[in-house]
């Protein structure tokens, strides 16, 4: 058994601690598999086969992996890459083709075959249209030093609306479109190998479904897609990011809980918007099934499950979340002087969310240092106030995307 397989095994007992959803976190190394099956754990994976006509990728990598994928297939293969399947537009998916295609040109071989959901060459212009934003919260998000996000893509070949089968050599292959981390996912079915690459709907975390700073996710379209996945009776699991998942029963479980703990998500928010609740009710009533976080491929490491009602609530509602007061607001900082000159300035605010603080409700505390800060923004005490309790919230929470905001605030 190589290093990919012990981690596999590792991984479903439950020993892997770190997210494997980060740049920083991911185990990296390459086995074979199976025959003419090869697996690079990266961010984000790649899974390559081998076939009569070339190899298939089916993703790429990002750009921190694109050298070692190619250093790491080489050494296994050194056919030309036939096709590359892009199961979304995600950066971290979409980049390690560069080293494959200068040396296809040196040789003088016929360029890959990209393909792609046709939502995904949208998604590209939408990133050169918001690339400051991006490069601002990818930094936020993984503590980047530099604000970087890519302007120019390789784009696909060919795009697909809706599900599609390929064969390369004598292997099918077949992709399958559903929503769900993003509006073009692929997955894909390759019935001979029993397998499954599911992209990133399935990534050994609680699935990236809420991610408070990213365009729109389909909480309920995901849970379709797993069920369907599931349906297969698959052998091997191959995620986006994080190791296999090998043996019937074993894919089952992971793929029918993963499927549950979304269905109860999205049924119990919609129950309740449709009885009209504000969505303030909706976040502190919806209740995440404790149990089911608890699963190594379930952990609210990556993203944090409270935040797909808000994603629910984007979806299927408007921006308006029942609040009259919040409808057309004054000011933050306006609201915060108010505040503060009620209690008797901002030091009150800030000496009250210390008190709140060291009680343990730290959701009131960055609240009404939130407030002290507004209100008195040069007060030195008020700072340091509001930058401890940020970093304190930054190590209650268990998800990278809610560390990430909470420590960015710290640093403020
Ligand atoms: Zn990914």
């Not at 961010?43 to 081998?50: D, E, G, K, L, Q």
């Not at 076939?51 to 750009?63: A, I, M, P, R, Y």
């Not at 890959?112 to 959901?117: G, I, S």
Request: proline share 6%; with cysteine; glycine share 8%.
């Amino acid at each position: 058994m190589g290093e990919i397989l012990e981690l596999a095994e590792r991984a479903w007992q439950g020993e892997l601690r770190e997210t494997q959803v980060a740049p920083g976190n991911a185990v990296v190394g390459f086995e074979e598999l199976a025959p003419g099956l090869g697996f690079m754990s990266a961010f984000s994976n790649v899974a390559a086969f081998a076939t009569d006509e070339g190899l298939v990728f089916l993703d790429t990598s990002s750009f921190f992996h694109a050298k070692r994928l190619h250093e790491e297939i080489r050494a296994w293969s050194d056919a030309p890459i036939h096709t590359a399947v892009y199961t979304h537009g995600h950066v971290d998916h979409v980049f390690g083709l560069g080293p494959f295609e200068e040396e296809a040109r040196q040789k003088g071989q016929p360029r890959t075959r990209v393909l792609a959901h046709e939502a995904c060459p949208e998604r590209f212009e939408r990133y050169v249209l918001t690339n400051g934003y991006n490069a601002v919260i990818n930094q936020r998000q993984f503590g980047f030093p530099e604000p970087v996000f890519p302007k120019k893509y390789r784009q696909p070949d060919e795009t697909i609306g809706g599900d599609h089968t390929i064969v390369v050599g004598s292997t099918t292959f077949e992709l399958r479109h559903d929503k769900g981390e993003t509006d073009d996912h692929l997955w894909i079915w390759i019935p001979s190998e029993r397998t499954i690459y599911t992209g990133d709907l399935f990534i050994w975390a609680s699935p990236n479904c809420g991610n408070p700073q990213k365009a729109q996710r389909f909480p309920r379209e995901w849970a379709v897609a797993l069920r369907k996945m599931q349906a297969l009776g698959a052998e091997t699991l191959l995620p986006g990011h994080g190791p296999p998942i090998l043996g019937r029963n074993r894919v089952n479980q992971a793929l029918d809980e993963s499927a549950s703990l979304l269905e109860t998500i999205v049924e119990q928010t919609l129950a309740m918007m449709n009885e009209g609740a504000r969505l303030d009710d909706i976040l502190h009533s919806v209740e995440i099934p404790q149990a089911l976080l608890e699963r190594p491929y379930l952990r609210p490491s990556y993203d944090d499950p409270r935040f797909i009602v808000r994603n629910l609530w984007r979806l299927y509602g408007g921006w308006y979340d029942g609040n009259p007061a919040h409808l057309n607001p004054a000011r933050d900082a306006d609201l915060a002087q108010e505040i503060a000159s009620l209690v008797g300035g901002a030091e009150a605010l800030a000496k009250r969310a210390e008190a709140l603080a060291a009680d343990d409700r730290l959701d009131l505390a960055c609240h009404l240092a939130e407030w002290a800060v507004q209100a008195a923004p040069e007060d030195k005490n008020a700072q340091g106030i509001r930058a401890t309790i940020f970093k304190t919230r930054a190590k209650a929470e268990t998800s990278l995307m809610a560390k990430g905001i909470y420590r960015a605030a710290a640093r403020d």
